[in-house]
Nanobody
Framework: QVQLVESGGGLVQTGGSLSLSCAAS????????MGWYRQGPGIQRKLVAT???????NYAHSVKRRFVISRDSGKNTVYLQMNNLKPEDAAVYYC??????????????WGQGTHVTVSS
């Protein structure tokens, strides 16, 4: 059993900052790529940012130069620092991990989601 537990969402004014974190736990051998996705009302879930075990990152164009993804592989934890937030960033943010369980079986895990609200 693998769990991803997110924290750090909330309400912020336009131009403000928020930090999200997501910790993977359970029967994990190794977490490979980890990332964040978001889903607004009536909108398909979309990639925000990903990071590999080597630290290579990928960002959606809309968040480049405003969001920073990082990870602590020793803790199987991924972070998302969100700066200069805009109303269009408001969404439910989901953590995602591609990992190997203790049986070396590939798994895809999702967190429960954390709400980010940006007031104008």
């Amino acid at each position: 059993q693998v769990q991803l537990v997110e924290s750090g969402g909330g309400l912020v004014q336009t131009g403000g900052s928020l930090s999200l974190s997501c910790a993977a736990s359970g029967t994990i051998f190794r977490a490979n790529a980890m990332g964040w996705y978001r889903q607004g009302p009536g909108i398909q879930r979309k990639l925000v940012a990903t990071i590999t075990t080597d630290g290579d990152t990928n960002y959606a164009h809309s968040v480049k130069r405003r969001f920073v993804i990082s990870r602590d592989s020793g803790k199987n934890t991924v972070y998302l620092q969100m700066n200069n937030l805009k109303p269009e960033d408001a969404a439910v943010y989901y953590c995602n991990a591609l990992l190997l369980d203790v049986g070396r079986i590939p798994r895809v895990a999702w967190g429960q989601g954390t709400h980010v609200t940006v007031s104008s």
